[in-house]
C-alpha cells in the first residue's frame, strides 16, 4: 500500500496542475504513477521535459518502446513494466520481442535487440561503457551520437521506475492483462507466462 496520493488535475500541487494537463492530451488520461509524481511538482516538471526531448529524438517511437521496457524490467519496476508493454504493443512492437524483454531477453530484431543491450549494460555497469559496447552498438546500424540519445531514455525512464518502485501506483484496469512480478532473490523467477 502507498502513502503517496495519486493526484488528479484538480488535487495537485498548483505547479503541477500544467504538467498532468499535458499528460492527459497525450495519453488520453493521467498515468497513475504521474499522479504520484505530482506530488513533488520539481520531479514531475523535469519528467516531462526530459520525456518530450526523448520523444523527438532521432529514434522512432518502437524503438524508444523498447528501451522504456528493457530499463522498466532492469529496474525491476512492475508499474512501468505493464505500461511499456501495452506501448510498444502498440507501436508496432512484435509480441515475440516484447514476450523476450520481460524475461530479461534481447529480442529478435537484430536493432532493438542492439538498443535493449546497449540500455540493460548502462543500467548494469552504472554508465561504464566499453569500447565493445559502443562498437557493436554502432556496427548494429546506429551512431556514437545515438549512444547519448539512450542515455537520455535511461533517464527519463529512470525517474518513472524509481518512482514507481517507491510510491507504488495501482496499476490501471487497462494494463492489468500485462502485469509483470519481479524475480524474487531467494524464490526463483516469478515472471509472467508468455504473451
Same mark, same amino acid.
Given at each position: 500500500?502507498?502513502?503517496?496520493? +495519486?493526484?488528479?488535475?484538480?488535487?495537485?500541487?498548483?505547479?503541477? %496542475? $500544467?504538467?498532468?494537463?499535458?499528460?492527459? %492530451? &497525450?495519453?488520453?488520461?493521467?498515468?497513475?504513477?504521474?499522479?504520484?509524481?505530482?506530488?513533488?511538482?520539481?520531479?514531475?516538471?523535469?519528467?516531462?521535459?526530459?520525456?518530450?526531448? &526523448?520523444?523527438?529524438?532521432?529514434?522512432?517511437?518502437?524503438?524508444? *518502446?523498447?528501451?522504456?521496457?528493457?530499463?522498466? +524490467?532492469?529496474?525491476?519496476?512492475?508499474?512501468?513494466?505493464?505500461?511499456?508493454?501495452?506501448?510498444?504493443?502498440? *507501436?508496432?512492437?512484435? $509480441?515475440?520481442?516484447?514476450?523476450?524483454?520481460?524475461?530479461?531477453?534481447?529480442?529478435?530484431?537484430?536493432?532493438?535487440? #542492439?538498443?535493449?543491450?546497449?540500455?540493460?549494460?548502462?543500467?548494469?555497469?552504472?554508465?561504464?561503457?566499453?569500447?565493445?559496447?559502443? %562498437?557493436?552498438? &554502432?556496427?548494429?546500424?546506429?551512431? #556514437?551520437?545515438?549512444?547519448?540519445?539512450?542515455?537520455? +531514455? &535511461?533517464?527519463?525512464?529512470?525517474?518513472?521506475?524509481?518512482?514507481?518502485?517507491?510510491?507504488?501506483?495501482?496499476?490501471?484496469?487497462?494494463?492489468?492483462?500485462?502485469?509483470?512480478?519481479?524475480?524474487?532473490?531467494?524464490?526463483?523467477?516469478?515472471?509472467?507466462?508468455?504473451?
Amino acid at each position: 500500500m502507498s502513502s503517496y496520493p +495519486v493526484h488528479t488535475i484538480e488535487s495537485a500541487p498548483a505547479h503541477s %496542475k $500544467p504538467v498532468l494537463e499535458q499528460l492527459q %492530451k &497525450v495519453f488520453g488520461f493521467i498515468p497513475n504513477v504521474a499522479g504520484a509524481m505530482a506530488s513533488s511538482p520539481v520531479l514531475i516538471g523535469g519528467f516531462v521535459g526530459l520525456f518530450q526531448h &526523448v520523444h523527438s529524438s532521432s529514434l522512432t517511437e518502437p524503438q524508444i *518502446q523498447t528501451l522504456l521496457l528493457t530499463n522498466a +524490467v532492469t529496474n525491476a519496476s512492475e508499474w512501468a513494466v505493464a505500461f511499456h508493454t501495452a506501448l510498444a504493443l502498440n *507501436q508496432g512492437v512484435q $509480441p515475440a520481442d516484447v514476450d523476450a524483454i520481460r524475461h530479461g531477453r534481447s529480442p529478435g530484431d537484430a536493432s532493438l535487440a #542492439a538498443l535493449s543491450t546497449l540500455a540493460r549494460t548502462l543500467i548494469e555497469t552504472r554508465g561504464h561503457l566499453s569500447e565493445t559496447d559502443r %562498437k557493436r552498438f &554502432v556496427e548494429a546500424g546506429f551512431s #556514437a551520437e545515438q549512444i547519448l540519445e539512450v542515455i537520455a +531514455v &535511461v533517464a527519463a525512464s529512470t525517474i518513472t521506475n524509481y518512482t514507481g518502485s517507491v510510491t507504488r501506483p495501482p496499476l490501471e484496469a487497462s494494463f492489468q492483462e500485462f502485469t509483470w512480478h519481479a524475480p524474487s532473490p531467494g524464490r526463483g523467477t516469478l515472471y509472467p507466462p508468455s504473451l
